[in-house]
Every structure is written in C-alpha cells, then in structure tokens.
C-alpha cells in the first residue's frame, strides 16, 4: 500500500502508486489523480494508460502530467490550474513524489498563491525538501 502524503487539504503527493491504491484514493475521497510519471521510466511500472483505466473504474478524474528533470513552465501551470479547478483532493504522483511536489509549489509560488517558506514548511511537513528548489 503506497503512502498518500498530505500537503494541503487540496494536494496530497506519492511515490508510484499501484493499480489497486486507485480504489482507496477514491474512497479516501480524493476526485482527481496526476500522474507526472513518463511512460517507461523503470520496469514494471504501470503505464499512463493503465493508471488512466483504473483511475477512471474508482469514479476518479485523471491528468498525465509526465515530467523529465526539472518541470517546464506549461507542466507547473497545468498542473496549478488542474489543482486549483477539482472539486475535491487531489492526488498526485511520481517515482518519489518529489517531482509531483516540485511541480505543484512552483505553480503556487508563480501565482503567488503561497509564499515560498510556507511551501517549504509544507513539503517538508510531507517529507519533501523543497528549499533549494525555492530559494529559502
């Protein structure tokens, strides 16, 4: 059972998730789930398309989001405004869940959302290190 870890009371971030967590991300009421995992980066891991299936069979949303390095501008206001519009938690996810972490708090410090200590309190309260992507 992979770990959900809360950010916000709107974001809670992952490392790979397994097929069978999608029904309990549902039932934990989360409403949209981001996967920020390109396809094929290790073995064994599910593709977008799967993830997509089942996300789908539990009643969630879903959003591919894949990101390689460092998030580009359109993959951190993507995932902003997918956030920002759910009607519920959402879920995100990546190798580690640094990336899906990274990417949603560059969205937040762009709009001006949350002050860049208060992101970096927020990651490390989820277990990320978020200060030297931030600059606090």
Avoid at 46 to 73: C, I, K
Wanted: glycine fraction near 12%; charged fraction near 20%.
């Amino acid at each position: 059972m992979t770990a959900f870890r809360r950010v916000t009371d709107s974001l809670s971030v992952s490392p790979q998730i397994a097929i069978d967590d999608l029904d309990r991300a549902a039932g934990e009421g989360f409403v949209l789930v981001i996967n920020n995992r390109p396809d094929d980066e290790e073995p064994g891991q599910p593709s977008s398309a799967q993830v997509e299936a089942a996300a789908r069979a539990a009643g969630l949303d879903y959003l591919h989001v894949p990101v390689r390095g460092g998030p580009t501008p359109d993959q951190v206001e993507a995932v902003r405004r997918a956030v920002e519009g759910a009607d519920g938690p959402v879920l995100a996810f990546c190798r580690s869940g640094t990336r899906s972490i990274v990417t949603w708090s560059l969205g937040q410090a762009a709009s001006g959302a949350a002050d860049r200590a208060t992101l970096v309190r927020q990651g490390a309260d989820a277990g990320y290190d978020l200060s030297g992507v931030l600059g606090v």
